[in-house]
């Protein structure tokens, strides 16, 4: 079992040294693609989120279920309990003071936002999921059992609450507030925003390619000046004299 595991070892390390010999180090591991929220809670903690509430608008694969969860009274709910915690607003101040918000916006810039909804808009399996919620009776039950629904009455209850009302007077001197307010007073946060404006891939991938310099220096490498220069001295160099004609063979 411990040769097996040394074996595996020293062939991971050989590979790794073989791949920067090269010059390329390994590919870094893809990021996973953001999973669609599966409740109202974390559907409104996603919307929230100055860092990726855009989203939603950026994909028409991404609007449906959106909308789906927004006509749901489960989300209006979520959403009124969430606006009642200070925690929630701390949250958004801080997202947008990071530079992920910055890049989360500035993608709409990305013609292919445009084009994915221009398809759509010939697409008629996007109307048909667009409609379904509203053509489903089982929307309007929900709607019209809402006033009973538990959620509701706790979410009213809540206003009663005096701890509700102690928390928004302690939110100022919270560590989350404190953390907020300090913020703008650390330098590696501008320097972030610098690497977010100046990431390529903070607009897109077609925005971000024509701001990439790798593009142009890419395309700039089968160029060679050289080549153009000796190639009208070859084309004006004489002719090379042909070859003499092989004397024919003995009989």
Known sequence: MKLAKLTAALIAVAASSVVFANGTAPAAPAAPAAATPATSDAWVAKMTDPTQ??????????????????????????M???????????NMMTG???????????????????????AA???????????APFINPNLYMKWMMAPMDPRLLATGMQTLNP??????????????????????MNPSMYTNWMGA???????GPMVGGMVNPATYS?????????????????MMAPAAA???AAAPAAK
């Not at 009124?80 to 701390?90: G, K, R, V």
């Not at 947008?96 to 221009?118: E, I, L, R, T």
């Not at 100022?172 to 404190?178: D, G, H, I, N």
């Open 53 to 78: 509430n855009a989203s939603a608008f950026k994909d028409p694969k991404t609007f449906v279920p959106w909308m789906n969860a927004m006509v749901d009274p489960a989300t209006s709910i979520a």
């Open 80 to 90: 009124t309990n969430a606006m009642m915690n200070p925690a929630t607003s701390l």
């Open 96 to 118: 947008m003071m990071s530079p992920a918000a910055y890049q989360n916006y500035m993608q709409f810039m990305d013609p292919a936002v445009s084009m994915k909804w221009m």
């Open 121 to 131: 808009m010939m697409d008629p399996n996007f109307y048909t999921a667009a409609m």
């Open 163 to 184: 701890g509700m009302y102690a928390n928004w007077m302690m939110a100022p001197m919270s560590p989350q507030a404190m953390n907020a307010m300090m913020a703008p």
């Open 197 to 203: 404006v100046a990431n390529p891939q903070t607009y």
């Open 218 to 234: 890419n395309a700039a490498q089968g160029f060679n000046p050289m080549t153009f220069m000796v190639a009208p001295m070859g």
């Open 242 to 244: 042909p070859a003499p």
